[in-house]
Nanobody, 118 residues
């Protein structure tokens, strides 16, 4: 069974940094786009950053210049620098992949809490 497992969340002071990681496991044939989303309390889930299979990246305007998405084999990372209180949210990784579970589809991690507070 294909799964995505995230790690690296936590509590950090404003101006600090965190590195989030997400590993896909199971029998996986091809991973296409990978991405990070986040959802703050009372708000809709929003796209933070994406990276294509070829390595092209895109970022939400709110994180450009502060966050960096990268991928290596079945793992996607999010380096988050200069964190602000408004970055506080549950962060979810997503992978568009084709695995042994069936047709190509989006898989989601369970979420990891990031809290930016003094």
């Amino acid at each position: 069974q294909v799964q995505l497992v995230e790690s690296g969340g936590g509590l950090v002071q404003p101006g600090g940094f965190l590195r989030l990681s997400c590993a896909a496991s199971g029998i996986i044939f091809t991973i296409y786009d990978m991405a990070w989303y986040r959802q703050a309390p009372g708000k809709q889930r929003e796209l933070v950053a994406t990276v294509t299979r070829g390595g092209t990246t895109n970022y939400a305007d709110s994180v450009k210049g502060r966050f960096t998405i990268s991928r290596d084999k079945n793992t996607v990372n999010l380096q988050s620098n200069s964190l602000k209180p408004e970055d506080t949210a549950v962060y979810y990784c997503m992978a568009d992949l084709y695995g042994s579970d069936g047709p190509r589809k989006n898989y989601w991690g369970q979420g990891t809490q990031v809290t930016v507070s003094s």
